[in-house]
């Protein structure tokens, strides 16, 4: 674990953090500090709950070399938010039925959380929630990126995540003939 | 951090504008056919996406922005101008000129208008709404056409019968001067009315300041409907204690006060129309280009700009544009961002695009590492909600494709967007589409095309057992099967073997027979998919005899006639509910019991009911997914879900309340009169139980209910399912990927 300890920053957020025991203090890959509510980030990430759990939490900053400042901080305002955040009424008293797996839809809040996210920004949080285990946020900017792609033909899709057509042209038409209703241009 | 597009395009207004679909969006939401018609002469290109090259922007245009009334026309008094938006204004003049110079106006259809004369009955006049220019063209009118009535067949005595319509020119076939002479004959038609919206007029009136609702008497209906645009776009109707008409956009509810009632009453005994309504839609931006036809046919491609996306380009030319894109974009193109996983070697292999940039970024582009971890895609596509939209994100690329096709993936995309029910097949009323999501429309639309001239017997996931009935004798009683989305050719069974089983059932009183078929599922992957099993079911009140054959590989096998003593009405038997799960055979009962039939060893067997079901008679059930059953049965406002392996116990897994699922659809009455009577009765249950159809009696409802989420919409009044014999088309899952032969090879390296 690195540690700037010449840092000013570093220090007055690890006085903060020893002043209160409920945070934890995370560093991005370029060496920004990070607090977020113990609980919170226990609550949902399971790699931090882990760390947590086992100890390996360094009040000086632990280090996530994974991650960079601008995602670090999108995770920690999720966080907080998502700490104050009471969840809806209709969210709560939609049971969830027998055949299928839970799921529930983006809350207001959430989808305004990820709407003001650029492109860059929103897939970078993507791959922090990833690689921190946090499930809920996963879901939620995975489901934006899927509406991103709502409502697109394969063209502007590829056009707006820059993919590169590897398909024959026989075997495009191939798949459109056979899968014709997909598109409304029939 | 910029987006990624951004950086790589010095004009974002040039980028935004030279994407069609954008354009298109934003032609789409200009709100008024003024905009759309002045957004289209910026230049060709701009036409082209506002006109014909996509209906569907003018369709979808006319969904948001639906046409507007701009006069009403009534009998005797002439028109009266309606409150317009200022940007209609011009058009509204328009209109208002050329009515003022009419007689009287038989009709009007599209901005085209058959107007009578004034000094000759015979003859008529049509004219362009928002072209004519009354005073020079009305001695030879370029546009309009002089029909004199001594050349219409009949007698000039049937006067008073005679009405003038305009006719539809859709199809081309007919020019804009078309029109149909009627003379009235009594006829009853049967139509088929499907409710689709429940308005309340208090609620949507509540900024008019209406001083009055209930007429005196309390016996006038207090509101009257007048009039209801094409379309059901606009409702005009009148507030009868308040003498208040108004106009209401049926899309968002806004109404309008248009005027008092005065002057005009409904039913004018004169033969001229007492009200005539005269709209404006986004056919103005069509007659004021070529016709859209030429347009169609003329290739899109050939004008393009090179950079210009291409929406849903057909295959032969996306693959040229995709091309010109990809040299259009190769000096930016993040090369080696590599499929690895993000948490391996960031940096290393830096891609050669963000340090010519200088992009201070440590790992490669997070939209290629996010998009290139399988898992992350797998997550994202999971989401898409839609067949439709998956289908298309498979097209993406290879590497999408295989994603896309997992069976594992397949699975749970599934139990999230469970295969949504598309029609409905009644009896003898044919089908009706059942309200659904726009994207799934298409696939509606081409499932109904399937769907005609045939009578459907069987339905199993898009594949369809179908008895031909196209009129011809050649055809008669014979069956096919025919895929649901494809419009290919039908594959023709051979006739089913005469039934043997006449003789083997004892009683001989009051014997019933029928014949029906059955889809076989052809779940081994080695069965064809044209296997089916024709039953004969043969029974009294005694005993009960299936005789069924099977067809594989195109020939129909051995009959088998297992019989069983089988007490039960034996109407019961003829309404029962049957359905063949894999290689077992079902039959609801009256006993408290189902009774099973396995195909394999010609052997019955019974499942038994749950107990508290055993009186119930609206129970329904359906094929689960383990090749098992669910049983869907209503307990007073209750709807209960069990589940059985298809042999033992029947355990309930679920229970929905009827009520407070179907809180949203303002049901004027849950409890029937009769208090007897089930209040809810369950209609139809879908594969896997993942929507069933329930019936709530008292207001005569019939709502279909996605159970994954218990999102409930309405879908016909129950007139409409009285008939027993209706079944649901549903949407076929999962979509039917091509197998790629180079997959193998090609599944590593298809990301750049």
Redesign the interface.
């Known amino acids: 674990m690195e540690v700037d300890k010449g840092k000013g920053e570093a220090e007055e957020t690890r006085k903060v953090a020893e002043a209160d025991r409920d945070t934890v203090t995370l560093k991005s890959?370029?060496g920004k500090l990070f607090e977020v509510s113990k609980e919170a980030a226990a609550r949902l990430s399971t790699v931090l709950a882990g760390m947590i759990a086992g100890g390996s939490i360094d009040d000086n900053g632990t280090d996530l070399k994974?991650i960079?400042s601008?995602a670090l901080e999108n995770v920690v305002d999720y966080c907080n938010k998502h700490a104050n955040s009471i969840p809806s009424a209709a969210l709560i008293s939609?049971?969830i039925?027998?055949?299928?797996?839970p799921?529930k839809e983006p809350e207001e809040w959430e989808r305004k959380f990820v709407d003001r996210l650029?492109?860059?920004?929103l897939?970078?949080l993507?791959?922090a929630a990833?690689?921190l285990g946090m499930e809920r946020l996963?879901?939620v900017t995975?489901?934006k990126?899927?509406e991103m792609?709502?409502?697109?033909?394969?063209?502007?899709?590829?056009?707006?995540?820059?993919?590169?057509?590897?398909?024959?042209?026989e075997?495009?038409?191939?798949?459109?003939q056979?899968?014709?209703?997909?598109?409304?241009?029939? | 951090m910029e987006p990624e597009a951004a950086r790589q395009r010095s004009c974002p207004v040039a980028s935004v504008l030279d994407n069609d679909h954008l354009l298109e969006v934003i032609l789409h939401s200009l709100d008024s056919p003024t905009w759309l018609v002045r957004a289209a002469l910026v230049s060709t290109r701009w036409l082209r996406g506002a006109r014909a090259s996509n209906p569907d922007l003018l369709t979808r245009f006319r969904e948001r922005c639906p046409p507007r009334i701009i006069a009403l026309h009534s009998a005797p008094d002439g028109h009266i101008a309606v409150p317009v938006p200022p940007e209609l204004a011009t058009a509204a003049r328009l209109v208002c000129q050329t009515l003022a110079s009419s007689y009287y106006v038989c009709d009007c259809l599209d901005g085209r208008l058959l107007v009578g004369n004034d000094d000759d009955d015979d003859t008529y006049d049509v004219r362009r709404l928002l072209h004519s220019k009354p005073e020079r063209r009305r001695p030879s009118p370029p546009k309009s056409m002089s029909v004199s009535f001594s050349s219409m067949p009949g007698k000039p005595k049937c006067y008073r019968e005679r009405i003038l319509r305009l006719l539809d020119c859709e199809d081309n076939s007919h020019d804009d001067t078309s029109c149909v002479c009627f003379y009235l004959a009594y006829n009853s038609v049967e139509l088929c009315f499907v409710l689709r919206d429940t308005i309340s007029v208090r609620e949507v009136c509540g900024h008019l300041n209406v001083e009055k609702w209930e007429p005196d008497d309390g016996d006038t209906a207090p509101v009257e409907v007048v009039l209801v645009g094409d379309d059901a776009e606009f409702v005009i109707f009148n507030i009868v204690a308040s003498e208040i008409v108004c106009c209401m956009q049926v899309r968002n509810r806004v109404v309008e006060k248009i005027s008092r009632l005065f002057a005009w009453r409904p039913c004018s005994p004169d033969r001229r129309p007492p009200l005539l309504l005269l709209s404006l839609g986004p056919s103005v931006v069509r007659s004021g280009a070529a016709p859209p036809r030429a347009a169609a046919a003329c290739p899109a491609s050939t004008m393009k700009p090179p950079t210009a996306a291409t929406r849903d380009a057909s295959g032969s030319n996306s693959g040229s544009s995709a091309s010109k894109r990809r040299l259009f974009l190769e000096p930016v193109l993040p090369v080696n961002t590599s499929t690895l996983p993000p948490t391996a070697t960031p940096g290393s292999r830096r891609s050669r695009a963000s340090q010519d940039l200088g992009l201070c970024r440590q790992g490669p582009c997070p939209v290629a590492s996010v998009l290139g971890d399988d898992n992350l895609l797998a997550e994202i596509l999971h989401r898409l909600d839609s067949p439709t939209w998956l289908v298309r994100a498979a097209l993406v690329s290879t590497r999408w494709l295989s994603s896309a096709s997992n069976p594992d993936f397949l699975r749970r995309f599934r139990e999230r967007c469970p295969p949504r029910i598309l029609a409905l097949c009644l009896a003898e009323h044919g089908e009706f589409q059942v309200p659904g999501p726009p994207e799934l429309a298409a696939a509606a639309r081409r499932a109904l095309a399937t769907l005609a001239r045939s009578d459907v017997r069987d339905g199993l996931n898009g594949r369809l057992l179908v008895e031909i009935d196209d009129g011809d004798p050649v055809t008669y009683n014979t069956y096919a099967i025919r895929s649901l989305l494809h419009l290919a050719r039908d594959r023709p069974l051979p006739s089913p073997p005469n039934s043997i089983s006449g003789s083997l059932v004892r009683g001989g009183f009051g014997r019933c027979q029928c014949r029906f078929l059955r889809l076989l599922e052809c779940e081994d992957n080695g069965g064809d998919d044209i296997s089916c099993v024709c039953f004969d079911l043969a029974y009294d009140s005694v005993e009960l005899c299936v005789e069924f054959s099977i067809l594989r590989s195109g020939v129909w096998g051995a009959q088998h006639c297992p019989v069983t003593e089988f007490r039960q009405d034996t109407m019961d038997t003829l309404g029962a509910q049957m359905l063949l799960v894999g290689s077992k055979f079902y039959m609801m009962t009256t006993l408290g019991y189902i009774l099973g039939l396995d195909l394999t060893t010609a052997s019955f067997f019974t499942v038994q009911l749950p107990d508290e079901l055993l009186n119930n008679r609206t129970l329904k059930f359906s094929r689960a997914q383990d090749f098992g059953l669910y049983l869907v049965g209503a307990k007073g406002f209750q709807l209960c879900v069990w589940h059985s392996d298809g042999v033992g116990q029947f355990v309930l897994v679920d229970t929905i309340s009827v009520r407070e699922a179907c809180g949203h659809l303002n049901v004027r009455k849950w409890k029937p009169h009769d208090g007897c009577r089930a209040p809810v009765k369950v209609a139809l249950v879908g594969d896997n139980a993942e929507f069933m159809m329930f019936d709530i009696v008292a207001s005569a409802i019939v709502c279909c209910m996605q159970v994954r989420n218990r999102v409930v919409e309405k879908v016909a009044e129950r007139v409409l399912l009285h008939k027993k014999t209706f079944r649901p088309i549903t949407m076929v899952w999962p979509p039917i990927f091509p197998v790629r032969d180079k997959e193998v090879k090609n599944s590593e390296s298809s990301y750049p």
């Open positions: 890959s370029d994974q960079g601008e939609s049971s039925s027998f055949n299928t797996a799921f650029s492109h860059d920004a897939f970078d993507v791959e990833n690689f996963l879901d995975c489901h990126i899927s792609m709502k409502g697109k033909s394969p063209d502007q899709i590829r056009e707006v995540f820059n993919i590169k057509n590897d398909y024959t042209k075997e495009l038409e191939e798949i459109r056979e899968l014709a209703w997909a598109f409304y241009d029939d």
